[in-house]
């Protein structure tokens, strides 16, 4: 069984919509895949926990109410604790999240679809002083804005991902040859960037780059996982139940538990019967009608 870790409650105000806040903690966190032995392989008694830490605003009611994007991101951090939890691979180096980094956002983004759906909202977004469920109208709102802003945040995005490769392109950084303004300018020209818009990172700043080594060359990794996730959550709606078990089980077991012990297009082939296909993303972005 997986312990009694984490317990999620919905709210609402006639301002915002706020879903989703964690209620309480397990008293103990295990993290399955910092582990040299993966899960599967290890003595354990039955209980397993994964910590989803968040910062908290202070909030004067006891409980904390998460604005939408946070409760998007709660679910994005509890598909990184499914893909440790159901991981089902003998050694700790191909479990888990382990995995390269082309693949290691989509059981993650994967999740994040739920949140979306108007019938999980219905039955876990309440009132968080009276309980009462979330009102049709305001689901209504959420689902008109769902669009909104798609094509600026996606060239902001964009725009970091490439600028992530020219730089790491490069052959000579010397002070004497390479000024990191005077590149982000000529770069930027060259890929002909709106006026109007600009990089959601510049690079001086840009953490997930030079703060460690990680995603340097691979920041596009998340964009790319969106076509990955919005594919494999099409499976999911096509079956006409998004919680379908047959549908489930093959996410579990190609998705979620596999790590790295079969090379990653090849289990999205085997979820999907078939490679990748990037219209399921630009209709999820509104960037292609549907």
């Known amino acids: 069984m997986i312990g009694q870790w984490i317990a999620i409650r919905a709210s609402y105000t006639s301002d915002n919509l706020r879903v989703l806040g964690p209620e309480y903690f397990h008293s103990s966190f295990a993290s399955p895949h910092s582990s040299s032995v993966a899960p599967s392989a290890m003595a354990w008694d039955g209980t397993l926990g994964v910590a989803c830490t968040y910062e908290f605003v202070p909030h004067h009611h006891a409980l904390h109410d998460f604005m939408n994007s946070d409760s998007t991101t709660l679910f994005h951090e509890f598909g990184h604790g499914h893909h440790g939890m159901l991981s089902d691979a003998t050694y700790g180096t191909l479990a888990s999240t382990n995995v390269l980094r082309d693949f290691v956002e989509l059981p993650s983004q994967l999740m994040e679809h739920w949140f979306e759906q108007r019938s999980v909202l219905e039955e876990f977004a309440g009132h968080y002083q009276t309980g009462e469920a979330i009102p049709g109208h305001l689901l209504d709102k959420l689902k008109a804005a769902e669009f909104f802003n798609q094509g600026f945040e996606t060239i902001e995005y964009t725009a970091c991902a490439l600028m992530d490769m020219a730089l790491h392109s490069q052959s000579d950084y010397s002070d004497e040859t390479f000024d990191l303004v005077d590149f982000e300018k000529a770069e930027l020209a060259r890929l002909g960037m709106p006026q109007g ?40 709606k096509e079956s006409g139940d ?17 790590g790295n012990t079969v090379a990653p297009d090849e289990l999205f082939r085997q979820f999907r019967g078939r490679d990748p296909d990037i219209t399921y993303m630009l209709k999820k972005k509104g960037l292609m009608k549907e």
């Open 242 to 258: 998004i919680f379908d078990s047959e549908t489930s089980e093959k996410a579990r077991k190609f998705i979620y538990s596999a």
């Open 197 to 236: 818009i600009v990089m959601r990172h510049r690079p001086a700043h840009f953490a997930h780059l030079f703060a460690t080594e990680g995603y340097a060359a691979g920041y596009y990794v998340y964009l790319w996982a969106e076509v990955l996730d919005a594919d494999a959550f099409g499976a999911f």
